[in-house]
């Protein structure tokens, strides 16, 4: 069983910034791309950022130069570092990652259960 906690949401006024955490746990061989979603009330979700276990990133044209993803291989563990955030960043951000896990034959994905982050003053 493989688990993603997510942390690090919560309300923040424009122009602020945010860190958001996910860890990945359980029964895990290699854990391969890692990348973060949103979906804000009422529209599909949507990729924000996405990082391979070489560091290559890529990111939605929305979020460029002001989003960082970045993570750490030893932990298991990828975060999403939001600057100069504006109101349209209001959404559920989800974590996702492709994981081989003990003893499987195949990569699966996993979804974190998700976290709130607003944008308002």
């Known amino acids: 069983q493989v688990q993603l906690a997510e942390s690090g949401g919560g309300l923040v006024q424009p122009g602020g910034s945010l860190r958001l955490s996910c860890a990945a746990s359980g029964s895990i061989f290699r854990v391969n791309a890692m990348g973060w979603y949103r979906q804000a009330l009422g529209k599909q979700r949507d990729l924000v950022a996405r990082?391979?276990?070489?560091?290559?990133?890529n990111y939605a044209d929305s979020v460029k130069g002001r989003f960082t993803i970045s993570r750490d291989n030893a932990k298991n563990t990828v975060y999403l570092q939001m600057s100069s955030l504006k109101p349209e960043d209001t959404a559920v951000y989800y974590c996702n990652a492709r994981i081989d896990v003990l003893g499987g034959i195949s990569t699966r994905e996993y979804w974190g259960q998700g976290t709130q982050v607003t944008v308002s003053s």
């Open positions: 990082i391979t276990t070489g560091g290559s990133t």
